[in-house]
């Protein structure tokens, strides 16, 4: 008897498989150990905008990431913990000096002006809204510090407080608002100096899962509202896509790769992003439609390339079988063993080891027919249609 | 003791070699205080109290004392955020020089301080001879030797309230447009009041009992230099009555300022 299951289809939020796309008209990506960046999809703006080049060394940490954006650019800096993103946010406020580099602000240089001088907005990760202020009052701060009388500067947090739907919130104190009301008094804070950079750090990570889709959705408009640049970071895939116009991806302090989150999503190009984004993703050499990976067995893919490549699949185009299928073809078939599974959504993802390390989802009732347990073998095949390859 | 009533559920009891000693230690604390009530001349107090020597002393204690602190707070304060939130070559050295008046004799420190501001110090000759300043033994050098016992306890209470407060909150001021010092001012000052207010009555209640240095450099004048411990020290010599009703005032001081200290910042610290 042949077990046969076959993932049922139902993309999870974190899966974009591209099927069949043709490998033209990606996003521009940078090659894993080459930051050096050249030309955003953007166009550089030499007037306008951002261009920076942040160089920060911290003993055995080394932060060289480049960065530009036009005005009314979202870019999301999407990395793993670690990877530097907030040390880069701390160079473009000011708070940590460069070591090498350069920052430019609308043509202006940045370098070396102080982080009290610099027309640059942050919104902290846990807000730090002064909590001996009310809301008003710390929306008021930065008008009030920039020059403007107490009246002027109370009457201009009064309007932002408006505006971020908190009018009957103004007298209260910090410790009184919700997480989300605290979001957007420290987004009002952070706008009410009119910056030409906003900065955002994990802009949603303090918040609980329910309050996060909500003041997503209004950061997202408050986003495209705001016509200087802003650059948030966050460790979050789903708040990257959402709120930004392109990823930046940065690991180990390097940017591995950029682009619109679309192209990043069906693209990707380390582990990491194919992790987030919910792909299994090999490196090998393609001759024709036959790609050796690296590591391993070969892929047979319906893309014609030859060279460095990249070959990626999502979950759900893997089926396994219990035993070796008859008739089928040697092609795309792998035999495996369980190394884990756990429950992904509404279906089981297994991890899997042996010719071919995948990851492979499918449904509860197929995971029981073939009696899945760590240990067991299986056969994992993936049809060519459903893999995707583009060059590295 | 312990086998008498064993407490509920018997895992609680308190271990005979930890209490006896504890008891004793709290004996021997409370035991001169209740000494100190069961002597006082109750029937002659009212008489004692409102004395004019009495009064004369209480007022310069308290004055010379918030004094003090006003002038421990105006340096203590600046010198505490040095020691917090810079970093220069030395700093653990001069935060130890800070905290050496918290261990030194008093008596050490007013012989140091007549040897700096004395009327031929290293410092006072010039003040004498340019300005027509003299400090020893006047009510300015009270507060001065007090400041000098006090002011310690007030800067490793503020250095302690900061180095636990949140220096991204300072970042985040200046973020939006402060310069550092705004951002204290507006910001790291109105965060650590509870910590500046508790170092101030520390500082306060040390002033108030400030003995050996005052009498050291200030000497023992009543009505200029004469504070309510000297007052007392020298009562004690010839009138035993007046000196235990001296005493009697100073604790009701002590008490009151713990009282308030518990209530209002103990809580917050």
Redesign the interface.
Known sequence: MTGRAKASGGPDEGDMNDTGGPATGAGRTVPAREPAVTEPPGGRCPDGGLDARLVVDRGTFRLDVTLTAAPGDVVALLGPNGAGKTTALRALAGLVPLGGGHLRLDGTDLDRTPPESRPVGVVFQDYLLFPHLSALDNVAFGPRCRGASKAQARALAAGWLDRMGLAEHAGAKPRRLSGGQAQRVALARALATHPRLLLLDEPLAALDARTRLEVRAQLRRHLAEFEAVAVLVTHDPLDAMVLADRLVVVEHGRVVQEGAPGDIARRPRTDYIARLVGLNLYRGHADGHTVRLDAGPAITTTENLSGAVFVAFPPSAVTLYGERPEGASARNLWRCEVAGLEPHGDQIRADLTGELPLAADLTTVAAAELGLHPGAPVWATVKATQTHAYPA | MSKHGPRRSGARTVPVPLLVPALAGLAFLLLPLVALLVRAPWRDLPDQLTSPEVWQALRLSLLCATSATVLSLVVGVPLAWLLARTEFPGRGFVRALVTLPLVLPPVVGGVALLLAFGRNGVVGQWLDAWFGITLPFTTTGVVLAETFVAMPFLVISVEGTLRAA?P??E??????????F?AFR??TL??IAPGIAAGAVLAWARALGEFGATITFAGNFPGRTQTMPLAVYLALQNDPAAAIALSLVLLAVSIAVLAGLRDRWMRAS
């Open positions: 949140d991204r909150f970042e985040a001021a200046t973020t939006l447009g402060a310069s550092r705004t507006r910001v109105p965060l």
